[in-house]
């Protein structure tokens, strides 16, 4: 029974970063892809990167080049997004997904509960 | 980067109706790389469909996917009350990207 369990909700100033965690279980953790989306208040899915912990190298959409890191750590089979440079519009709910079983790809089959990240001064 | 665009923005429509939803993208997708997704208020989305035609573990067969090249669609055979929903288009041959969402409503 694939889980991923992310970490709590952030409150954080403009300007600063936030490190958002997402452990998975019930399955082999590198051979999937793991990504990060996230939603605005009211709005739709925006894709901000991801990772497959076998090719190593993560990559990251357009928007958000320079402005994230996102890593994994086989030995916790854990993924994580860190954030910089926080904006107010940056706030949203921020959630990991990890590739359906047989799947090396960013298709998102199990979704972790999602992570609410305010930014307001 | 691949833009998905989704039509309608919203359906208002009742239950037992046929519903098919639009997802039209700026360049062509392999059809290997289109995926579904339901999202219900206050809840992570849920994959329905990928590789544009195969439906994922659970979904009933009411959903149904096709498509080539730009233009997908998804199709709901007859609309259930837990079928009103958002929906969402995902391509990820490349650098992945949503379209912006198609919300059924009950009229």
């Known amino acids: 029974h694939v889980q991923l369990v992310q970490s709590g909700a952030e409150v954080k100033k403009p300007g600063s970063s936030v490190k958002l965690s997402c452990k998975a279980s019930?399955?082999?953790?590198?051979?999937?892809?793991f990504s990060w989306v996230r939603q605005a208040p009211g709005q739709g899915l925006e894709w901000m990167g991801g990772i497959i912990p076998i090719f190593g190298a993560p990559i990251y959409a357009q928007k958000f080049q320079g402005r994230v890191a996102i890593t994994a750590d086989e030995s916790t089979t854990t993924a994580y997004m860190e954030l910089s440079s926080l904006r107010p519009d940056d706030t949203a709910i921020y959630f990991c997904?990890?590739?359906?079983?047989?799947?090396?790809?960013?298709?998102?089959?199990?979704w972790g509960q999602g992570t609410l990240v305010t930014v307001s001064s | 980067e691949i833009v998905l665009t989704q039509s309608p923005g919203t359906l208002s429509l009742s239950p037992g109706e046929r519903v098919t939803l639009s997802c039209r993208a700026s360049q062509s997708v392999s059809s290997s790389y289109l995926a579904w997704y339901q999202q219900k208020p206050g809840h992570a989305p849920r994959l329905l469909i990928y590789g544009t035609s195969t439906r994922a573990a659970g979904v009933p067969d009411r959903f149904t996917g096709s498509g080539s090249g730009t233009d997908f669609t998804l199709t709901i055979s007859r609309l259930e009350p837990e079928d009103f929903a958002g929906y969402y288009c995902q391509q990820y041959e490349t650098s992945p990207t949503f379209g912006g969402g198609t919300k059924v409503e009950i009229k």
């Open positions: 019930g399955d082999t953790f590198s051979s999937f892809g």
């Open positions: 997904a990890r590739s359906p079983a047989n799947h090396v790809s960013f298709c998102l089959g199990y």
